[in-house]
Nanobody, 125 residues
Framework: QVQLVESGGGLVQAGGSLRLSCATSGGTFRNYIMGWFRQAPGKERDLVAKISRSGGSTYYADSVKGRFTISRDNAKNTVYLQMNSLKPEDTAVYYC??????????????????WGQGTQVTVSS
């Protein structure tokens, strides 16, 4: 049973930073494309960033490009999301996800096989 557990969410002022972590267990982490999604109240869950199996390629949604950085440590089975210059509109529940099947493509396609439970990020103005 594959498990994804996020941590690092919280309350931060606009302009501040947070680093989210997602630790995985029960599977072969290096075989997964990993991604971060977010869902604000009343809105759909959207892909924010994803990273290839080796970590050599990344994709970002336009709304976070230049502010967020996704990275992974295959030795620690963990993926990270460094969020800088946070804005109130970044407020959402952030979810970690694993794609076990897709070939890498530098686009927003992501076939979710596993979800984490989510972590709340709140940015105050």
């Amino acid at each position: 049973q594959v498990q994804l557990v996020e941590s690092g969410g919280g309350l931060v002022q606009a302009g501040g930073s947070l680093r989210l972590s997602c630790a995985t267990s029960g599977g072969t982490f290096r075989n997964y494309i990993m991604g971060w999604f977010r869902q604000a109240p009343g809105k759909e869950r959207d892909l924010v960033a994803k990273i290839s199996r080796s970590g050599g390629s990344t994709y970002y949604a336009d709304s976070v490009k230049g502010r967020f950085t996704i990275s992974r440590d295959n030795a620690k089975n963990t993926v990270y999301l460094q969020m800088n210059s946070l804005k109130p509109e970044d407020t959402a529940v952030y979810y970690c996800a694993a794609d076990t099947r897709s070939l890498w493509a530098s686009a927003s396609r992501f076939n979710v096989a596993y979800w984490g439970q989510g972590t709340q990020v709140t940015v105050s103005s």
